[in-house]
Structure formats: structure tokens, C-alpha cells
């Protein structure tokens, strides 16, 4: 999420000039072994009203990256939580990312924007190294709407590593998983996609997770297999970026690079169709969040 990333379907090979290159599909069918379950060290259902500061930060942008449309702001009109009805099934509750039109809006730095968002971390208040991290999550289709659910390294991108577990660029038949590190960052060659079945697509709710251990990563969407990156994968291309602590973070950015990659569009915006602003205005585009968990690794 922090750089450009597209590269959706790899294979595996030799290319000519000798370079390895790997093979990425989901195994169909295929169910993972989780690493043995230890305590949870992180919980939260969003039934506090309103976001949990003893857990959550809210970001304010100060850095701008992948030609993102949006601005960062710490405001309940891009960041609260919901009950009853407009939990939309989340029992307890649920946290909501809404992107927001506000044209010229001006950042700190002196940028202008028309759009503002939310995007929230546990930096300084929550990491963790290996063990299971999910959260349940809905999503509005509409082209280049791009939230996502990932964690990050605590010191310079990209070599302390980011496992994105999941980013969702808007056709809600798909959503996909990466993890980014030194010599494989960007357009990283460790991606996938998860092709959702018919009626059960990325605007129902569906649990997004990834078991991290010392050695490999296992990305799982409603406990099916989707993605598996091993360390002997990784070092292929550069050092294995994932043995230290990583904090979390749930964010909502509009158009931009990954976007624009898959649909192309150049007006009116950068990677956002007339169609997907119409959302925006409407405040019909959001991501909610039933809950996260982190879990740790026990290993046996």
C-alpha cells in the first residue's frame, strides 16, 4: 500500500535473461495448515463509541504516495464507528472508513486535495512478530474506491517489510494479497488474486487473514488458502524483510496507482471514474470492519 504495486497473475519460470521468476496462483481447493494457535494479544470489535485511542491512531497525511487522490484527516465524518442496522451485520458493531468529497481541501504541507479519507494504525501502541492476523470486512464496489487491510515494519520502507493481506481496488469479484521488501517492492512479484464465488463477492462480508511465521506467510480469505510466500521464494529477490514487529494498519485512499492499473482511467480523476465520485459525494463508499485479531504463533 505505501508504493506503486501491480503485478496480479504471475507464472512461474526462467525468463531469458536467466532470472527466476515465480509462480503465484492460488492452489484451488487447498486448505492450509494454521500454525498451532497461541493467546490473542489484540482484540477489537469497534463497540466503543467510536474509534478506540487507547488502541488505534488516526493518521493526518504528511506524506503523499501512489498519486492517491485523498488527504488523510482525523475526523468522525471519515472515521466512526456504527451499531444496530448500520453495522450492516457486524453484531457489536463496526468501524467505518468513509472517503468524503472537500474540494480544496489543504494539508499541512500546503497540498490540495478534493477528497479526504480515513486511515488508522497501532504504531507506537500495538506490533507484533509472527502469529495470526485477521479482521472481517465489507466493502462498496465502484472502480478505484482502494481500501485495505495490511501490516507494516516500524522503520524504513521497504526493508522492514509490509504483508498487505488485503487491498481491494473496487471490481468486487476480486481482492488481493502482496508483501513488499527489499529488491521486491512496488511491483512486487508476490501478489494475488482471490476471485470471489457468484453471491458472495467483496460486498459481503468476508474474514481476511495471513498465519506469519519465521519462515513463511499463509494468506487465507474465509479460511481457504489464497497465497503462500516462503522465505526461500523472497530471498530470491532480496532479503527476508519479515522477522521483525509489525503494527497495523485499515485505510481507505481513492484512485491512484494500483487503480488506475487495472481500470485505466485517467478522467475525471487518477484511476476514478465519474461513477465511483458519484459514490463518494453520495457517501454511499466505505469500508467496515467487524473486528480484528491478532493471535499469536505458537509454534509446535
Request: charged share 25%.
Amino acid at each position: 500500500m505505501i508504493n506503486n504495486k501491480k503485478l496480479y497473475s504471475c507464472i512461474a519460470g526462467l525468463a531469458a535473461t536467466g532470472m527466476l521468476y515465480i509462480a503465484c496462483s492460488a492452489p484451488k481447493e487447498t486448505y492450509a495448515q494454521a500454525p498451532g494457535k497461541g493467546k490473542v494479544l489484540f482484540f477489537d470489535d469497534f463497540s466503543a463509541k467510536g474509534l478506540d485511542r487507547a488502541k488505534w491512531n488516526a493518521e493526518v497525511t504528511g506524506i503523499h504516495v501512489n498519486n492517491e487522490l485523498q488527504a488523510y484527516v482525523d475526523s468522525s465524518a471519515t472515521i466512526y464507528t456504527v451499531s444496530g442496522s448500520a453495522a450492516e451485520g457486524a453484531e457489536n458493531g463496526a468501524l467505518v472508513l468513509r472517503p468524503q468529497s472537500s474540494p480544496g481541501f489543504k494539508t499541512t504541507d500546503g497540498r490540495n486535495f478534493n477528497f479526504i479519507s480515513g486511515r488508522v494504525n497501532t504504531k507506537g501502541k500495538f506490533d507484533f512478530t509472527y502469529g495470526t492476523a485477521e479482521a472481517r470486512i465489507k466493502v462498496t464496489e465502484g472502480d478505484g474506491l482502494w481500501p485495505a487491510w495490511w501490516l507494516l515494519g516500524n522503520d524504513t520502507w521497504p526493508e522492514t517489510g509490509e504483508i498487505d493481506i488485503m487491498e481491494y481496488v473496487g471490481e468486487k469479484d476480486w481482492a488481493s494479497a502482496a508483501v513488499h521488501g527489499p529488491g521486491y517492492s512496488g511491483e512486487t512479484p508476490f501478489v494475488n488474486r482471490q476471485y470471489f464465488e457468484k453471491g458472495k463477492d467483496a460486498t459481503s462480508w468476508h474474514i481476511y487473514a495471513v498465519d506469519w511465521t519465521p519462515n513463511e506467510m499463509l494468506f487465507k480469505y474465509d479460511g481457504k488458502l489464497m497465497f503462500r510466500v516462503n522465505r526461500k521464494m523472497v530471498e530470491h529477490y532480496g532479503k527476508w524483510a519479515f522477522d521483525t514487529k509489525k503494527y497495523l494498519i485499515l485505510n481507505y485512499a481513492l484512485g491512484g496507482a494500483y487503480p488506475v492499473k487495472v481500470n485505466g482511467v485517467k478522467q475525471p480523476y487518477f484511476g476514478m471514474p465519474e461513477s465511483s465520485l458519484q459514490l463518494v459525494k453520495e457517501n454511499k463508499a466505505k469500508m467496515l470492519v467487524d473486528w480484528v485479531k491478532i493471535t499469536s504463533y505458537d509454534e509446535k
